[in-house]
Nanobody
């Protein structure tokens, strides 16, 4: 079982950058990891995912070219680097984990979710 804890959220101006971190405890190395976000009044949205090896990454259309996901298996940590932030990126960001990479983008019945960290982008 994997337990997740996000950090790094906060307030940033449009055009700025922010780095989110997700610390994992438990059997981390065999899990695909990712990030979702949910803005007020909107549906949950897939942001990014990374394979257990770190060799494959994939992104939601709205963040391609601006966000980068990476993982450090030695430190049991996944990072989401967010650049060129826009007000529409404002949301609570959740770290997720699942042993089956193909399940990650759907966000259903995933093994683990973090509690979320708030990102606010001001215009």
């Amino acid at each position: 079982q994997v337990q997740l804890a996000e950090s790094g959220g906060g307030l940033v101006q449009a055009g700025g950058s922010l780095r989110l971190s997700c610390a994992a405890s438990g059997t981390f190395s065999s899990y695909a990891m990712g990030w979702f976000r949910q803005a007020p009044g909107k549906e949950r949205e897939f942001v990014a995912g990374i394979s257990w090896s770190g060799g494959s990454t994939y992104y939601g259309d709205s963040v391609k070219g601006r966000f980068t996901i990476s993982r450090d298996s030695a430190e049991n940590r996944v990072t989401l680097q967010m650049n060129s932030l826009k007000p529409e990126d404002t949301a609570v960001y959740y770290c997720v984990a699942d042993p089956t990479p193909s399940r990650l983008p759907q966000g259903k019945a995933l093994d683990a979710w973090g509690q979320g960290t708030l990102v606010t982008v001001s215009s």
